[in-house]
Every structure is written in structure tokens, then in C-alpha cells.
């Protein structure tokens, strides 16, 4: 079913509102509940439909019970507003405890593991009255393990990205209007790009990491998917997260937006390439006041910086892993724990002091913009399951800790989905959810005229 069937059967009434409410965005869905127009167990339940439909080609889940989703949602629907989620189905990456549903970790050593707890995030949303959905596929321990089953939404015969690939592929696919991801290396944003969905990675630790399992702990990031930019700001209000006040802006006429193609351009394709000229071209006919912000020569050795910093912390946050299971684990993270790379105290250190350095520069860089643009992405998602794509474009922000969102609404020559990142300097995140939004109609708007 196409976006505009959807819509089309939304209108056509009460009845048709229910059944196809899995079309909804989540703060449409939210509005529609807290004005009585639709029920917590019928947004439930037409998303539950819409699971069973498509698990066979999508693969998102790796525990998904719609009996307990149907308890969940009734008991949202018998008991007062508890918050801006009321009654609103979330997909939760499965590196992230719930007490209600295993914690596996898509991994064939942890299938029977149930923390019985709450990840600090799941509490959040259960406060706020989300109704947890299940538990979204992941590359497993969401580092080089055995990869997720999940299929690319656009094209089954496509990655979805990793290692958030469930949580990606949940939202793109309509069968949750919400899930949450986790980000180490680039996944949260690859994912969002590859699905076509807005997602976000907000500034490090703003979000609390408590319940998670944990890989690099220094730059692990909690992050989330929706199909609005309203959608990723509803999370940020059910997560508490404000910048020191900054007026947000309202029109990308006047707006500073600095076009950043990192160090790392030279690894682009032209679908990437088109999607930036492209970007660039349509902001400048919106009137916005568009400077191309090169990075300092030290900005080149973040990428590296990054593997160090990931890979050494690794060797600590695995090591009761390594200890318990040895070369029974995933290859790659096996070599990782034997340090195979040879990287040394000295090189970690080296990799820590370049990261501090590069992020305060980057804050007094970025501090003149309403926006940093980068790629989000090399291209398009490639072929098959195995390869989820590379990192290469997030690495140097998951380092600098900068807030992102990826902004979906472009695509490369095979029909899928290609996402541009909007940066800024470190808690400035509703400043990038605000600018994201704004380009996101921008390019929406263009593609209908065209």
C-alpha cells in the first residue's frame, strides 16, 4: 500500500481511520487519541495487522508478542493521559532491557536472556505512556556480529543498514510509528538514511544509557526513528532535552547553513553527490545564506581516532563475554578482543585528546549556523544482507558527541532512499531537529512541484 493509499483510507471515515491508523505519524496518532477520535487498542491493533502482513518480507522483529501489546493498549485506553505518548505503539532496539520481554541481543548465546528490568529509556516512554511494541532486530551485541534479518522496506533484496536495522525498517515499513535505536559508529543515522526515514542521534549522554548493553561507553548514543520531524521532537520532550536558550529558526529565508562534506568526501557516490548539489541548490533558491565550512586539517584523523576509541573500549565492555565464551563468539568481535589491530594505551590515548580537541573547535565552527549539512550516508543501501554498509560518514560526529538527524526525502538512481545529515555544535539538538524539519518540506515541496 502506497503513502497516498494510506492517507486516502484515513479519510474515508471512522472505520477506515482505525484500520489504517498504522499510517499515522506518531504525533498524529498521539493528537488523535488525546482528542477521543481513536482509541490506543485500535492504533494497536491496525499495527499489529500491518506486522503480520509484512514480517514475512520485513523481518523487523525479534520478539514481538501482539497479545501483550493488546494488554498494553487497553490499559492505556481504561486509564487517564499519562503523556505526550499516550497510547502511541514504540519499537525497541533488542540491546535495550525490558521487564515485560527478552533482552537477546540477536545473539544465539543470549535467547533466553530476560534482565527483568527497564532500560532507562523504556521507563521513559512507559511514563509517557507509550505502548512497547516488541523488540526490533539488531546486528548482534549491535556491533560486527551476526547480522539482523531485517530487509530493506524499499527492496527486500537490500540491507536496511545496521546495526539499529529493525528499528529503521519498523518505522519505514509502517508497522510502528516510533522505535528506538543506539548508535556507536553510524547506527542510527546509516539506517535512517537507507529506510528513508527521519532519524536522530542527539548530542552524547543526553539521553541516558542505563539498561543498554553497552560498546563504546564514551560514545555510545541512544537514538530514534519517525516519519516527522515532529516525531523526533516528541521524543525529545519525552526525553527532557532542551537547548540553552536559542531561538529555533522558522524559515530557511536568512537562515546560515554551512554545506560540510568532512574529510571523508572522497568515498562518496553520485547518488550522494547529486543528493548535496541538489540540497544545496534548493536552499539557495529558499533564500537561505549557504558557506561551504571546510574542517581543519586535525578533522582528518577522526575516522581512525574513532576505530581506536570503539575497538579499545569494546575490549573492556566484552570481556565477560570473551571470558564466558570465547571463539564460540562472532569472528569479528573475537579478533577484536585479541586486539588483533595491535592498538596500544598510547594510541587510545592519542585518539581521546584528538577527539576533545576536535570537539571544542567544532562547537566555535559550527556556532555561526543555524545548520551543518553533511552526507549521511556513502549511497544508497547496497545489495544483499550481509554488507550493511559503512559508517563512514558518521564516524567523525559520533566522535565530536554533535547532535544529528538524518533527513530523508532524496534518492539515488535505483529508487532508494538517500538521507542528508543536519549537524551543530554540541547540545544544540532542537536547533538541528528544527532545521531538519524545514528541509525536509523544503525537498518534500520540491518533488511535488516537479
Known amino acids: 500500500m502506497s503513502k497516498c493509499q494510506e492517507i486516502a483510507k484515513r479519510q474515508a471515515g471512522p472505520t477506515a481511520q482505525a484500520d489504517a491508523a498504522f499510517g499515522l505519524t506518531a504525533s498524529e496518532a498521539a493528537a488523535s487519541i488525546a482528542r477521543g477520535e481513536l482509541t490506543a487498542s485500535a492504533l494497536a491493533e491496525s499495527c499489529i495487522a500491518r506486522t503480520l502482513s509484512r514480517d514475512e518480507n520485513v523481518r523487523a522483529w525479534t520478539v514481538f508478542d501482539p497479545e501483550m501489546v493488546r494488554k498494553q493498549a487497553a490499559a492505556r485506553d481504561a486509564e487517564p493521559a499519562k503523556g505526550a505518548l499516550h497510547g502511541v505503539p514504540v519499537g525497541i532496539k533488542d540491546i535495550l532491557f525490558t521487564h515485560d520481554l527478552p533482552t537477546t541481543y540477536n545473539s544465539p548465546h543470549f535467547t533466553s536472556h530476560h534482565p527483568k528490568m527497564d532500560a532507562a529509556v523504556v521507563a521513559l516512554l512507559r511514563a509517557a505512556g507509550a505502548v512497547i511494541f516488541g523488540k526490533n532486530d539488531t546486528v548482534e551485541f549491535a556491533v560486527n556480529g551476526r547480522r539482523a534479518r531485517t530487509r530493506n522496506p524499499h527492496d527486500p533484496s537490500r540491507t536496511p543498514g545496521g546495526s539499529s536495522s529493525g528499528s529503521a525498517a519498523a518505522v519505514a515499513d509502517f508497522q510502528v510509528p516510533l522505535s528506538i535505536g543506539t548508535q556507536t559508529g553510524g547506527s542510527v543515522i546509516r539506517p535512517g538514511s537507507y529506510c528513508g526515514v527521519f532519524a536522530m542521534k542527539p548530542t552524547w549522554n543526553v539521553v541516558s544509557t542505563e539498561g543498554m548493553k553497552a560498546?563504546?561507553?564514551?560514545?555510545?548514543?541512544?537514538?530514534?526513528?519517525?516519519?516527522?520531524?515532529?516525531?523526533?521532537?516528541?521524543?525529545?520532550?519525552?526525553?527532557?532535552?532542551?537547548?540553552?536558550?536559542?531561538?529555533?529558526?522558522?524559515?530557511l529565508d536568512g537562515a546560515r547553513i554551512a554545506i560540510c562534506h568532512s574529510p571523508v568526501w572522497d568515498q562518496a557516490e553520485p547518488a550522494t553527490r547529486d543528493a548535496m548539489e541538489r540540497c544545496t541548490a534548493l536552499l539557495k533558491k529558499a533564500g537561505a545564506k549557504i558557506e561551504c565550512l571546510e574542517l581543519p586539517e586535525p578533522f582528518a584523523g577522526l575516522t581512525g581516532a574513532h576505530k581506536v576509541v570503539m575497538q579499545s573500549e569494546m575490549r573492556s565492555t566484552f570481556l565477560p563475554e570473551f571470558m564466558a565464551l570465547g571463539d564460540t563468539l562472532y569472528p569479528e568481535l573475537v579478533a577484536t578482543m585479541r586486539n588483533e589491530a595491535g592498538y596500544s594505551r598510547a594510541d587510545l590515548r592519542r585518539a581521546y585528546n584528538l577527539a576533545a580537541e576536535c570537539r571544542a573547535r567544532f562547537d566555535e565552527l559550527a556556532a555561526p549556523y543555524d545548520g551543518v549539512i553533511t552526507p549521511s550516508t556513502a549511497g544508497e543501501a547496497p545489495l544483499g544482507l550481509e554488507n550493511t554498509g559503512a559508517a563512514t560518514f558518521n564516524r567523525i560526529w559520533t566522535l565530536l558527541h554533535t547532535p544529528c538527524v538524518n533527513v530523508p526525502g532524496f534518492f539515488g538512481p535505483n529508487g532508494m532512499p538517500v538521507g542528508l545529515t543536519v549537524t551543530a555544535p554540541r547540545f544544540a539538538d532542537r536547533r538541528v531537529v528544527a532545521v531538519a524539519g524545514l528541509l525536509n518540506t523544503l525537498v518534500s515541496d520540491a518533488a511535488h512541484q516537479s
Open 215 to 251: 560498546c563504546a561507553p564514551s560514545i555510545d548514543t541512544i537514538g530514534w526513528y519517525g516519519r516527522s520531524a515532529a516525531d523526533i521532537a516528541l521524543l525529545c520532550d519525552v526525553f527532557s532535552i532542551e537547548d540553552d536558550g536559542h531561538t529555533l529558526p522558522e524559515a
